[in-house]
Nanobody
């Protein structure tokens, strides 16, 4: 079992930045892929970014590529999402996930609101 707790969300003006964190606990964090999805009001949850256990495989949604950076610190069991040049359309609840051996775990989400 893995427990995930996101933090770092908030209200920011367009063009601003936020650093989201996802702290994981539980022994199955080891060798797991991690990532972020987001869900805006009235929309489906969509993929944002992912990172492999080694950090060698990183993927981004086209809508955030060049603005967001995902990273992880395995010693701290934490994955990060640095969000820069934020736009109003980035407003959503951001969810962290952990995936290993076909099992997927989700955090409770953190709200990001970007004002124009």
């Amino acid at each position: 079992q893995v427990q995930l707790v996101e933090s770092g969300g908030g209200l920011v003006q367009a063009g601003g930045s936020l650093r989201l964190s996802c702290a994981a606990s539980g022994r199955t964090f080891s060798n797991s892929d991690m990532g972020w999805y987001r869900q805006a009001p009235g929309k489906e949850r969509e993929f944002v970014a992912s990172i492999s256990w080694s950090g060698n495989s990183i993927y981004y949604a086209s809508s955030v590529k060049g603005r967001f950076t995902i990273s992880r610190d395995n010693a701290k069991n934490t994955v990060y999402l640095q969000t820069n040049s934020l736009k109003p359309e980035d407003t959503a609840i951001y969810y962290c996930y952990s995936r290993k051996d076909g099992d997927v775990y989700w955090g409770q989400g953190t709200q990001v609101t970007v004002s124009s």
